[in-house]
């Protein structure tokens, strides 16, 4: 019920447009092919998530190790990509290598730190929590979204549109938080089975001690 309610939290605040703004049916007037490819999307990448986990966690290496092994296929994969490009302008701006940081300012070094220290966050997750943990982080970054949202574009109006779905989306993913972690005893009415069953165990224990 929980990952439910989670569900339904991201994506009504996904949701910008209401019914007064357009019909009813303007939002959900994609062709089926889109849905079907977000559902694949949604799919492989819970997929990648789940496997990244499995590979963090199969051994004892060293979490920086393995984010080294994890990034080293995308660096790999992103200088081909940069070389071919050198080829397919016949090297008239140089080889890449000398152009890597052209244009680069103190906002783009934020930014790549940022970058950085996201993706370090994540492999501590994957390492030592599990996925659903890294997916209820993300969820709740929403809150701070709407803060600074509120902060930065209430005085342009450009919050007003998508804030009562954002807002909404918040208090169910909050909703949802709770329910999750929250104590099985503080949700349900459970029976008080576990410390005779513990009892039992302890004096059959003991019997057997005896008959020894």
């Known amino acids: 019920m929980a990952i439910v309610l989670l569900t339904v939290g991201t994506t009504t605040s996904q949701v910008v447009k209401g019914c ?3 019909s009813c049916d303007s939002l959900f007037s994609a062709p089926i092919q889109g849905y079907m490819l977000g ?12 496997y990244t986990e ?6 004892n290496d ?15 994969f992103n200088m ?8 397919r302008a016949g090297f008239e701006y140089g ?20 970058l950085g220290s996201s993706g370090l966050l994540v492999s501590w997750l994957m390492k030592y929590a599990d996925n659903i943990v890294k997916v209820y982080s993300t969820s709740m970054a929403m809150l701070l979204t709407m803060v600074l949202s509120i902060f930065f574009f209430i005085s342009t109006g450009l919050i007003s549109s998508s ?7 918040i208090i ?27 009892d039992t165990l302890k004096e059959i224990a003991a019997e057997r001690r005896g008959e020894s």
């Open 39 to 50: 559902l694949l999307s949604a799919c492989l990448s819970a997929l990648a998530g789940v």
């Open 95 to 114: 080889p890449w290598l000398q152009r890597l940081l052209d244009g680069y300012t103190v906002t783009t070094w934020l930014v790549v730190l940022n």
């Open 172 to 198: 169910i993913c909050m909703i949802s938080l709770q329910m999750y972690f929250a104590l099985a005893q503080t949700l349900v009415d459970l029976p008080a089975t576990t410390n005779l069953a513990l």
């Open 20 to 22: 007064g703004e357009a």
């Open 62 to 76: 060293s979490l920086y190790w393995q984010n080294v092994q994890l990034y080293m296929f995308g660096a790999i």
């Open 80 to 87: 081909a990509w940069l070389k071919l490009d050198d080829f």
């Open 163 to 169: 804030f009562l779905q954002l807002f909404l989306g």
């Open 54 to 59: 499995y590979l963090m966690k199969k051994n």
